[in-house]
């Protein structure tokens, strides 16, 4: 095998699907069986679409168009354009490693060594390269990466959402910033198809400094949906993830390694969007494999806006952050 490759969602199938069009023998390991759930508020930039060479007319599965979000800040509310589709991941990440068209098994690796000049996954799986895409528990960062790049818990990031089917009567997206003093921000983002997919998101040491669980804040959030009226819904059971936003520490390949997508840290610093910075790491790591060129991540934008809201919301995401806060983080 010439690349394996250990994480089957958006930075990996990106990187498959890449590595199989310049010729190279990959194969694609994942705990999951697909299509699995994970959670995500599925919200795809332009841009994202674009490296994926996606056509949205030609995408099988749910799709919806906003052009314009609307936020919402204390008792003030702004309509700003800005163009973005809602997808669901159970579908989307699917669609993708099927396109990849490499082989995908299911297998949860454990243990990484070299040997030879090669890598071996759990005593079964030889390659000449290998990338982790798993994640925020990457095996792959955790065996070569973390020491080299420890996690800054600054930087991390606590959710809790769910998806469900609803019968939802307005078809904007939603955001509302640092209601109930939430550290973070909450969504309402519907999809087509009568799903939808509610959750609040906020940075995990400024939660635990206050002492306050991110359920705190779901519960008042959906309490809110329903007394506006948005979402009438009984049956919540809202699940957990954590992730970290981008840093400034770049070691992304050792040797014949890499890390991508959730595995490095990318999501960005004012709105902690994930899918795009993973998938262009995708494209970026299978053309340094492709070409035999370093691989690096400087090229990826650490915010999704460029204008003075996104310096006001890393301000406020990251303002704690003390200096030498590195913390090394324990999966
Ligand atoms: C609640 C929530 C809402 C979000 N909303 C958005 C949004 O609206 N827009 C946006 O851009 N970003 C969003 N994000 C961030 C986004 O979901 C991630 O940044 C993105 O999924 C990263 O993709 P990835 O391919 O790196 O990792 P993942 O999609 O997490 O894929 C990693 C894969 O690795 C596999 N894996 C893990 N460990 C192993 C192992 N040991 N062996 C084998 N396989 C393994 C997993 O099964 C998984 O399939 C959100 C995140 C959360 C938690």
């Known amino acids: 095998m010439d690349v394996i490759i250990v994480g089957g969602g958006p930075a990996g199938s990106t990187c498959a699907w ?7 023998e990959t194969l694609v390991l994942d705990r999951a069986a697909f299509p699995r759930t994970k959670l995500c508020a599925g919200w795809v930039t332009p841009d994202a679409v674009d490296d994926l060479q996606l056509d949205p007319n ?18 003030f509310t702004a309509r700003p354009r800005a163009m973005q589709h809602s997808i669901r991941r159970v579908e989307f990440d699917d669609f993708l490693l099927r396109r990849a068209g490499v082989p995908v098994l299911q297998h949860k690796v454990r243990d990484i060594r070299s040997n030879g000049g090669d890598y071996v996954v759990d005593g079964q799986f030889r390659s000449r390269y290998l990338v982790g895409a798993g994640g925020t528990s990457c095996p792959v960062y955790r065996t070569l990466f973390r020491e080299h790049r420890p996690r800054n818990r600054w930087q991390q990031t606590v959710t809790a959402e769910q998806e469900f089917a609803y019968d939802w009567k307005d078809p904007a997206c939603h ?3 640092f209601q109930d003093g939430l550290p973070g921000y909450a969504w309402y983002v519907p999809k087509a198809n009568g799903f939808l997919n509610v959750g609040v998101g906020a940075m995990a ?11 705190t804040y779901w519960h008042s959030f959906t309490a809110r949906l329903r007394n506006s009226g948005l979402v009438r ?13 981008r840093d400034s520490n770049d070691v992304v390949s050792r040797d014949n390694a890499c890390i991508i997508g959730d595995a490095v840290g990318l999501a960005t610093r004012d709105m902690c969007e994930g899918i795009g910075p993973a998938i262009r790491s995708g494209l970026l790591a299978a053309r340094s494999i492709a070409n035999g060129e370093d691989y690096s991540i400087s090229e990826i934008s650490k915010f999704s806006g460029n204008g003075l809201a996104s310096k006001i919301l890393e301000r406020r ?12 983080e324990q999966p």
Request: proline share 6%.
């Open 205 to 215: 040491n400024q939660l635990k400094r206050r002492h306050e669980p991110i359920q």
């Open 175 to 177: 955001l509302w910033f």
């Open 58 to 75: 030609q995408y099988p599965f749910s799709w919806m168009t906003f052009d314009r979000l609307h936020l919402h800040w204390t008792v």
């Open 18 to 24: 890449k590595l199989r069009e310049a010729g190279f």
């Open 233 to 245: 819904f009984d049956s919540y059971n809202p699940t957990g993830y954590s992730y970290y936003l």
């Open 317 to 328: 995401f990251l303002n704690c952050r003390p200096r030498d806060s590195l913390t090394v």
